[in-house]
């Protein structure tokens, strides 16, 4: 990227919407890493739940040990699925396509510049620091 984000004429329309659009991007990338958190906090916790149905049958209650065995562990987290899934579809059928829109529409306004308004801004920033020196 050798392009001077200074040097880009972008309005101020298509820079506030490459702008927005990156920072909803990082908001995506958020919610998948909450997602993963979601999928290892489910994972521990079935696990916690393995132990508690072997606790349970070595208490006698082969009863609630066979009811969690066979209804509640092997259920999946959302409309059947296991969150493994979800961070899986989650990955290739959202984060990859709105990523590579992003990227796109970046190439095309911006020459591929990433963070436009912020290199803008650091710009201007050192630029005046420098003369208040």
């Known amino acids: 990227m050798s392009t ?3 040097d880009l004429e972008l309005s101020e329309s298509e820079q506030q919407a490459l702008h927005d659009l990156q920072v909803g991007i990082e908001y ?11 999928h290892h906090q489910l994972g521990h916790a079935m696990d916690r739940m393995s132990d508690a149905q072997e606790a349970l049958r070595s208490a006698g209650h082969d009863e609630w040990a066979d009811e969690l065995r066979d209804d509640h562990l092997p259920a999946g987290a959302i409309s059947d699925q296991w969150t493994f899934e979800l961070v ?5 059928e959202f984060l990859e396509d709105v990523d590579d ?3 796109t529409v ?15 801004q650091k710009r201007r920033l050192r630029e005046r620091a420098r003369r208040d020196e």
């Open 101 to 103: 829109f992003e990227k």
């Open 106 to 120: 970046r190439a095309e306004l911006a020459d591929g510049v990433d963070h436009v308004t912020e290199r803008r």
């Open 4 to 6: 001077d984000p200074d």
């Open 88 to 92: 899986e579809e989650f990955s290739t």
């Open 28 to 38: 995506v990338h958020r919610s998948y890493g909450s997602l993963l958190e979601f």
